[in-house]
């Protein structure tokens, strides 16, 4: 049984920086970080493939977030730096059987999310 708990969420000033963890239990996947703001589809933020060799970003996120894993404690992270108050959402982390995935069909798994909230 794949389990996948998010934690780091919080309230933020713009510019501010925070990072989202995924503790992961149930195995190696490629994993990917989602986001869901009110009223919108959850959106594709980034992504790391099983063995940490390829990344992928959201055009949005690029140069200001950064996913990254850390095998001995199963975790996966996602560094946000200047943050925007349009980043305010709920962030869901996700993991794949597949290879590294951008589309959230492809995501077999998925965290209960976390709020992250850019005030202006």
């Known amino acids: 049984q794949v389990q996948l708990v998010e934690s780091g969420g919080g309230l933020v000033q713009a510019g501010g920086s925070l990072r989202l963890s995924c503790a992961a239990s149930?195995?190696?996947?490629?994993m990917g970080w989602f986001r869901q703001a009110a009223g919108k589809e959850r959106a594709f933020v980034a992504g790391?493939?099983?063995?940490?060799?390829?990344?992928s970003y959201a055009d949005s996120v690029k140069g200001r977030f950064t996913i990254s894993r850390d095998y001995a404690k199963n975790t996966v992270y996602l560094q946000m730096n200047s943050l925007k108050p349009e980043d305010t959402a709920v962030y869901y982390c996700?993991?794949?059987?597949?290879?590294?995935?951008?589309?959230?069909?492809?995501?077999?798994?998925w965290g209960q999310g976390t709020q992250v909230t850019v005030s202006s």
């Open positions: 996700a993991a794949t059987r597949d290879s590294l995935a951008l589309t959230r069909t492809r995501y077999d798994y």
């Open positions: 149930g195995g190696t996947y490629a």
């Open positions: 790391i493939s099983r063995n940490n060799a390829v990344t």
